[in-house]
């Protein structure tokens, strides 16, 4: 019972995930359309947080194995 759990609130971590990503992208897209003195800059920090967001991401998982890998070894 508790796996199906997990895995429910995987799927839904996963989701909003997948959303979260499409908005940066579409983000990105529109401030690289729009002529307003703002729009450069706003594409610069979409850019940023497009790469940088799942790299930290990716980084919070792995450290999160690690730790989760240590309290099963612990007595």
């Known amino acids: 019972m ?3 759990k997990t895995s429910k609130s995987k799927r839904i971590l ?3 995930g997948a959303i979260l990503l499409f908005g940066m992208y579409a983000g990105t897209l529109v401030f ?4 307003h003195p703002a729009a450069q800059g ?3 920090a979409s ?9 930290l991401l990716y ?3 792995l450290v999160y194995r690690i730790i989760k890998k ?6």
């Open 2 to 4: 508790k796996n199906s």
């Open 14 to 16: 996963a989701a909003i």
């Open 32 to 35: 690289a359309l729009i002529d």
């Open 42 to 44: 706003l594409l610069k």
């Open 47 to 55: 850019i940023a947080c497009t790469i940088i967001l799942p790299v």
């Open 59 to 61: 980084a919070f998982i």
């Open 70 to 75: 240590d309290e099963k070894t612990d007595p």
